[in-house]
C-alpha cells in the first residue's frame, strides 16, 4: 500500500465495463446488419426490381383501353365510295362503381335488348374481381346511345368506334369482300390489303383509385387511319356487267358465271364481276347460296374451249408461213390422231381459209394448224400469252390455272391444247391473253388499284408475246367471227368489234366422264381498230341445246356490256349509229358439237375433248383484194377506185391485212392495213 492509498496491480480503469462494451459492439453491429440489408432491400426493390412493381403498380391504378383507328375507304377510279368506315357508340360498364349488379343487368338487358342472366354474370363476375372496365355491346345504334346517355349514370361509359358500311350492297362484292366483328378483312380486297386499311390503333390509359374507380383518362397514342384506297374499276361499268352476267345465267340456267371488262394497253381493271353474289353488310347465312361467295373471274378455273383458237392461231401467224388466206384442209368433219377420230358432229369442211376456220370454229381445221405450230413452240406461246401463272391481282386465292409441263404432254395433248382442252384459265387470265391481240402484241399486267393512300400504283412495264403485225391479223380474223362466223350476236351499234365464242364440255370429277353441259364463253374487244375495252364473259353450266352454247349466251352478254361501257368511257364510234343486225337464232343443223358426254375419262383425255360452235352462214360482199408489198399511197388509190373502205396504220409498205386478200367484205366491214419499213 502507498502513501496515497491501495493500488492493486491488473484492475480495470474506472467506469470501464469489458462485458458491456461486448453488449454494445453486439447491438451495434446488428443495428448496422439491420441498416445494411435494408438499404439493400431499398435498393433492390427501388433499382433492381423498379420495372416489375411499376408495372403492378400501373396494372392496380390504370386501365389501358385500345382506341380502334378508322379504317380506310374504298373509291372506284372516279371517287364513288364502295366502302367506308361508319361513327358508332360502344358501351361499357365500370364494375367498380356498381352499386348492384343485378339493377344494372336489368337496365341494360332492358334497353340493349340483351341476355338478363348472361349480363347479370358477366357483371358480378368483373366486379368481385376488381375490374375497371367491361364491354357491354359494341356499335349500338344511334338512338339506343342516346337514350342511355341521358340517364348520365357514372358507371356507363361510351366509346366512339366504327361500322363498316358498303353504300352500293352488293357491287363489286368480290372485289371489295368484307370484314369481321373486329374490323378485320375476310374477303376480297379487304383481306389483301388489310394491313394497309388497317392503320394503327391508338391506346387510351385510364387513371384509377385504389376502389378502380376512374380519376382520369388521357389518349397515350393517337390512332392512325388506314390507307385509303382508289381502285381501277369504273362502278357504272361494274354495274352493267353485273346486272347483264345476273340476268345471263338465270336465263341460261347456269350455276355460275363471271365477267371481266380490261383496258387492253394500261390493263386497268374496269369491272370484274362473278354471279352469284352477296352483300357484304350482311354476314353470311343459311340461305346463302354456296358459291355465292367464290370469285368466279379469279379463283375458279376452267377448260376454255374454241375462244383458246385464237391463241393457236396467233402462234402459227409467228412460227410457221401460214397467213390468214392460207387454205386449211378440214379433213371433211374429221381427222384421227393415234387411233382416235375425232369428228365435227354436225358439220364438217374441206379447204377453207386459216381465217374461216376461226370464223367457223373448226375444231379439225386447229387441230391441223397445231400440227403446223408443234407442241414445243405452241407451249412457248401459250405461256408467253400468261397462262400457267397467275396475274399477281392483288385478290386473295387467285388460281394460276393449269398448263401442264411438256415433258407431261400426251401423244394427243396438241390436238387438245389447240383447242382449249388440257388447259385451263381464269376469265381474268383470258382477258389479259386477249389483249395481247387487242394492244399490238403486248402482255400486260391488271391493274386494280390505281392509288393507295398518297402513292400513285404506276402501269408495269409489259412484256412483248406477239409481233404488232401479227396482233393486227388477228383482229382481222376475230372480227370475221362477229361479222360472218360464230359471233354474229356481239355486233355492236355504232363500233366494230372482235371475238371469239366457245362452248367447252364440262368434266364429271365423280363420274369421270365428260357431261351435256357446258361452260359458255365470249371473248372480244371493241372497236377492231384501236381497241379501248377487252370483255370476257362465261357462264357456267349451261344446259345443251342452242340456247347454252357461247354464240348464243355468252356473246349478247358481250354485247350489252360493251356497249354500256364504250358509251362510258365516250369512246368514238367507227360505225354508222344503227342497230345491228344478229340472226334471231342460231341454226341447230349448224352447231359443230363433238359429243364426248358418256365416254370413258382416260379414253376422252387420249382422244380430245372437242368445243362447241354455232355455225351462221357466211354473207357475201366484194372480194378483198392483196395490198400486200403496196405503199400507203398505193392503197388508198386501189381502195378509192374500187369502193373499198380502208383503215391504214403505220409507215413504209403494206405488210399485213385483214380481212384476207381473196375473202368477202361483210356489209359495214373495214380492211385494215397495217405498214412497216424492210
Same mark, same amino acid.
Given at each position: /500500500?502507498?502513501?496515497?492509498?491501495?493500488?492493486e496491480?491488473?484492475?480495470?480503469?474506472?467506469?470501464?465495463?469489458?462485458?458491456?462494451e461486448?453488449?454494445?459492439?453486439?447491438?451495434?453491429?446488428?443495428?448496422?446488419?439491420?441498416?445494411? !440489408?435494408?438499404?439493400?432491400?431499398l435498393l433492390w426493390?427501388?433499382v433492381v426490381?423498379?420495372?416489375?412493381?411499376?408495372?403492378?403498380?400501373?396494372r392496380?391504378q390504370?386501365?389501358?383501353?385500345?382506341?380502334?383507328?378508322?379504317?380506310?375507304?374504298?373509291?372506284?377510279?372516279?371517287?364513288q365510295?364502295?366502302?367506308?368506315?361508319?361513327?358508332?357508340?360502344?358501351?361499357a360498364?365500370? @364494375?367498380a362503381?356498381?352499386?348492384d349488379?343485378?339493377?344494372?343487368?336489368?337496365?341494360l338487358a332492358?334497353?340493349?335488348?340483351?341476355?338478363?342472366d348472361?349480363?347479370?354474370?358477366?357483371?358480378s363476375?368483373?366486379?368481385?374481381r376488381?375490374?375497371?372496365?367491361?364491354? !357491354?355491346k359494341r356499335?349500338?345504334?344511334?338512338?339506343?346511345?342516346q337514350?342511355? #346517355?341521358?340517364?348520365?349514370y =357514372?358507371?356507363i361509359?361510351?366509346r366512339?368506334?366504327?361500322?363498316r358500311?358498303?353504300?352500293?350492297?352488293?357491287?363489286a362484292? +368480290?372485289?371489295?369482300g368484307s370484314?369481321?366483328?373486329?374490323?378485320?378483312?375476310?374477303?376480297g380486297?379487304?383481306?389483301?390489303?388489310?394491313?394497309?386499311l388497317?392503320?394503327?390503333h391508338g391506346a387510351?390509359?385510364l387513371?384509377?383509385?385504389?376502389?378502380?374507380?376512374?380519376i382520369?383518362?388521357?389518349?397515350?397514342?393517337?390512332?392512325r387511319?388506314g390507307a385509303?384506297?382508289r381502285?381501277?374499276?369504273?362502278?357504272?361499268?361494274?354495274? &352493267?356487267?353485273?346486272? =347483264?352476267?345476273?340476268?345471263?345465267?338465270?336465263?341460261?340456267?347456269?350455276?355460275s358465271?363471271?365477267?371481266v371488262?380490261?383496258?387492253?394497253?394500261?390493263?386497268?381493271?374496269?369491272?370484274?364481276?362473278?354471279?352469284?353474289?352477296?352483300?357484304?353488310n350482311q354476314p353470311?347465312?343459311?340461305?346463302?347460296?354456296?358459291?355465292?361467295?367464290f370469285n368466279?373471274?379469279?379463283s375458279?378455273?376452267f377448260?376454255?374451249?374454241?375462244v383458246? #383458237?385464237?391463241?393457236t392461231?396467233?402462234?402459227?401467224l409467228?412460227?410457221?408461213?401460214?397467213?390468214?388466206?392460207?387454205p386449211? +384442209?378440214?379433213?371433211?368433219?374429221t381427222?384421227t390422231?393415234?387411233?382416235?377420230?375425232i369428228?365435227?358432229?354436225?358439220?364438217?369442211?374441206?379447204?377453207?381459209p386459216?381465217?374461216?376456220?376461226?370464223?367457223?370454229?373448226?375444231?379439225?381445221?386447229?387441230?391441223?394448224?397445231?400440227?403446223?405450230v408443234? @407442241?414445243?413452240?405452241?407451249?412457248?406461246?401459250?405461256?408467253?400469252? %400468261?397462262?400457267?401463272e397467275?396475274t399477281?391481282?392483288?385478290?386473295?386465292?387467285?388460281?394460276?390455272?393449269?398448263l401442264?409441263?411438256?415433258?407431261?404432254?400426251? #401423244?394427243?395433248s396438241?390436238?387438245?391444247v389447240?383447242m382449249? +382442252?388440257?388447259?385451263?384459265?381464269?376469265?381474268l387470265?383470258?382477258?389479259?391473253?386477249?389483249s395481247?391481240?387487242?394492244?399490238?402484241?403486248?402482255?400486260?399486267? *391488271?391493274?386494280?388499284?390505281?392509288?393507295r393512300?398518297?402513292?400513285? !400504283?404506276?402501269?408495269?412495264?409489259?412484256?412483248?408475246?406477239?409481233r404488232p403485225?401479227?396482233?393486227?391479223?388477228?383482229?382481222?380474223?376475230?372480227?370475221?367471227?362477229?361479222l360472218?362466223?360464230?359471233?354474229?350476236?356481239?355486233r355492236?351499234?355504232g363500233y366494230?368489234?372482235?371475238?371469239?365464242?366457245?362452248s367447252?364440255?364440262?368434266f364429271?370429277l365423280?363420274s369421270?366422264r365428260?357431261?351435256?353441259?357446258y361452260?359458255a364463253?365470249? /371473248?372480244g374487244?371493241? *372497236?377492231?381498230?384501236?381497241?379501248?375495252i377487252?370483255?370476257?364473259?362465261?357462264?357456267?353450266?349451261?344446259?345443251?341445246?342452242?340456247?347454252g352454247?357461247?354464240g348464243?349466251?355468252?356473246?349478247?352478254v358481250f354485247?350489252?356490256?360493251?356497249?354500256? $361501257?364504250?358509251?362510258?368511257?365516250?369512246?368514238? #364510234?367507227?360505225?354508222?349509229d344503227?342497230?345491228?343486225?344478229?340472226?334471231?337464232a342460231p341454226?341447230v343443223e349448224?352447231?359443230? !358439237?363433238a359429243?364426248?358426254?358418256?365416254? =370413258?375419262a382416260?379414253?376422252v383425255?387420249?382422244?380430245?375433248?372437242?368445243a362447241?360452235?354455232?355455225?351462221?352462214?357466211?354473207?357475201?360482199g366484194?372480194?378483198?383484194?392483196n395490198?400486200q408489198?403496196?405503199?400507203?399511197r398505193?392503197?388508198?388509190?386501189?381502195? $378509192?377506185?374500187?369502193?373499198?373502205?380502208v383503215v391504214?396504220? %403505220?409507215?413504209g409498205?403494206?405488210?399485213?391485212?385483214?380481212? &384476207?386478200?381473196?375473202s368477202?367484205?361483210a356489209?359495214?366491214?373495214k380492211?385494215?392495213v397495217?405498214?412497216?419499213?424492210?
Amino acid at each position: /500500500m502507498t502513501a496515497g492509498g491501495w493500488e492493486e496491480e491488473g484492475r480495470p480503469e474506472e467506469g470501464r465495463n469489458p462485458e458491456v462494451e461486448r453488449r454494445l459492439a453486439w447491438v451495434a453491429g446488428g443495428v448496422l446488419l439491420w441498416a445494411a !440489408i435494408l438499404l439493400i432491400t431499398l435498393l433492390w426493390l427501388q433499382v433492381v426490381e423498379h420495372g416489375r412493381y411499376l408495372r403492378v403498380a400501373r396494372r392496380q391504378q390504370e386501365l389501358l383501353v385500345r382506341v380502334p383507328a378508322p379504317r380506310g375507304s374504298i373509291f372506284d377510279r372516279n371517287g364513288q365510295p364502295l366502302a367506308m368506315s361508319v361513327p358508332m357508340q360502344s358501351v361499357a360498364v365500370n @364494375p367498380a362503381k356498381l352499386q348492384d349488379p343485378a339493377v344494372a343487368a336489368d337496365l341494360l338487358a332492358r334497353l340493349l335488348e340483351l341476355d338478363r342472366d348472361a349480363l347479370y354474370a358477366r357483371l358480378s363476375w368483373a366486379r368481385s374481381r376488381g375490374r375497371g372496365f367491361l364491354w !357491354i355491346k359494341r356499335k349500338i345504334p344511334f338512338e339506343q346511345a342516346q337514350r342511355l #346517355k341521358t340517364l348520365q349514370y =357514372d358507371w356507363i361509359e361510351f366509346r366512339g368506334e366504327s361500322q363498316r358500311h358498303y353504300p352500293k350492297g352488293a357491287l363489286a362484292a +368480290h372485289l371489295l369482300g368484307s370484314v369481321d366483328h373486329r374490323e378485320r378483312g375476310n374477303a376480297g380486297v379487304e383481306r389483301a390489303l388489310d394491313s394497309e386499311l388497317q392503320g394503327r390503333h391508338g391506346a387510351e390509359r385510364l387513371f384509377t383509385d385504389v376502389q378502380r374507380r376512374g380519376i382520369e383518362s388521357t389518349l397515350s397514342e393517337e390512332p392512325r387511319q388506314g390507307a385509303d384506297l382508289r381502285l381501277a374499276i369504273d362502278e357504272r361499268i361494274q354495274f &352493267a356487267a353485273e346486272r =347483264d352476267l345476273g340476268a345471263a345465267v338465270e336465263a341460261s340456267g347456269a350455276n355460275s358465271g363471271s365477267a371481266v371488262v380490261m383496258n387492253p394497253h394500261d390493263g386497268d381493271v374496269l369491272a370484274l364481276a362473278s354471279y352469284p353474289s352477296y352483300d357484304p353488310n350482311q354476314p353470311p347465312s343459311a340461305r346463302e347460296e354456296a358459291s355465292a361467295r367464290f370469285n368466279h373471274a379469279v379463283s375458279v378455273p376452267f377448260e376454255p374451249g374454241s375462244v383458246f #383458237k385464237v391463241f393457236t392461231l396467233a402462234a402459227a401467224l409467228e412460227t410457221t408461213n401460214l397467213r390468214p388466206e392460207t387454205p386449211i +384442209h378440214c379433213g371433211n368433219g374429221t381427222i384421227t390422231l393415234f387411233g382416235r377420230t375425232i369428228r365435227e358432229a354436225k358439220r364438217g369442211f374441206g379447204w377453207i381459209p386459216m381465217t374461216t376456220v376461226l370464223a367457223k370454229s373448226s375444231n379439225v381445221g386447229a387441230i391441223q394448224i397445231g400440227m403446223r405450230v408443234g @407442241p414445243a413452240k405452241l407451249y412457248d406461246y401459250v405461256r408467253l400469252f %400468261g397462262f400457267g401463272e397467275k396475274t399477281a391481282i392483288p385478290l386473295p386465292a387467285e388460281s394460276a390455272g393449269l398448263l401442264r409441263k411438256l415433258s407431261r404432254w400426251g #401423244k394427243t395433248s396438241l390436238g387438245s391444247v389447240a383447242m382449249g +382442252h388440257e388447259i385451263s384459265s381464269t376469265t381474268l387470265q383470258l382477258a389479259r391473253a386477249c389483249s395481247v391481240v387487242a394492244n399490238g402484241g403486248l402482255l400486260v399486267k *391488271p391493274r386494280f388499284i390505281l392509288k393507295r393512300g398518297a402513292e400513285e !400504283i404506276p402501269v408495269e412495264t409489259p412484256r412483248r408475246a406477239l409481233r404488232p403485225e401479227t396482233a393486227i391479223l388477228m383482229r382481222g380474223m376475230m372480227e370475221d367471227v362477229v361479222l360472218n362466223g360464230t359471233g354474229t350476236r356481239a355486233r355492236l351499234q355504232g363500233y366494230s368489234s372482235g371475238g371469239k365464242t366457245g362452248s367447252a364440255q364440262i368434266f364429271d370429277l365423280a363420274s369421270r366422264r365428260y357431261t351435256h353441259t357446258y361452260n359458255a364463253s365470249f /371473248m372480244g374487244f371493241a *372497236p377492231v381498230g384501236n381497241p379501248a375495252i377487252v370483255v370476257v364473259v362465261t357462264l357456267n353450266g349451261t344446259q345443251g341445246g342452242s340456247a347454252g352454247f357461247g354464240g348464243a349466251v355468252a356473246a349478247p352478254v358481250f354485247r350489252t356490256i360493251a356497249q354500256e $361501257a364504250l358509251r362510258v368511257l365516250d369512246t368514238p #364510234k367507227d360505225l354508222p349509229d344503227e342497230p345491228p343486225k344478229v340472226l334471231s337464232a342460231p341454226p341447230v343443223e349448224d352447231l359443230a !358439237i363433238a359429243d364426248l358426254a358418256g365416254e =370413258d375419262a382416260t379414253q376422252v383425255a387420249e382422244a380430245l375433248s372437242p368445243a362447241i360452235e354455232s355455225q351462221p352462214e357466211a354473207s357475201s360482199g366484194p372480194q378483198v383484194p392483196n395490198f400486200q408489198g403496196m405503199t400507203k399511197r398505193a392503197v388508198i388509190e386501189e381502195a $378509192a377506185l374500187t369502193g373499198l373502205p380502208v383503215v391504214v396504220d %403505220g409507215s413504209g409498205l403494206a405488210r399485213a391485212q385483214a380481212p &384476207a386478200a381473196g375473202s368477202y367484205l361483210a356489209p359495214g366491214q373495214k380492211i385494215r392495213v397495217l405498214f412497216a419499213s424492210r
